[in-house]
């Protein structure tokens, strides 16, 4: 048990160390479309709704609203 609870506690220092260079844990972000920052702009205008900025960028809706709260 005292084995497991050095594991433990150098796992949890290589992590801490690792956050303080900035290192990045998890998947990758997708990249934006390109035609990304038209398409949000006509949503904003009001001329285009975001059902169809949706189909015409090819993401899903949900990932098409994270986007549109972060910008």
Known sequence: M???S???NERSNYIKILY???VRFG???NPLP???LEAIAKVRCGN???VEAVRELG???SYFYKLYSDN
């Open 48 to 50: 285009k709704k975001p």
């Open 6 to 8: 050095n594991v433990k």
């Open 27 to 29: 998947c990758p972000s």
């Open 34 to 36: 390109e035609n990304w």
């Open 59 to 61: 993401v899903s809706r």
């Open 20 to 22: 303080k260079k900035y």
């Open 2 to 4: 005292e084995e497991y």
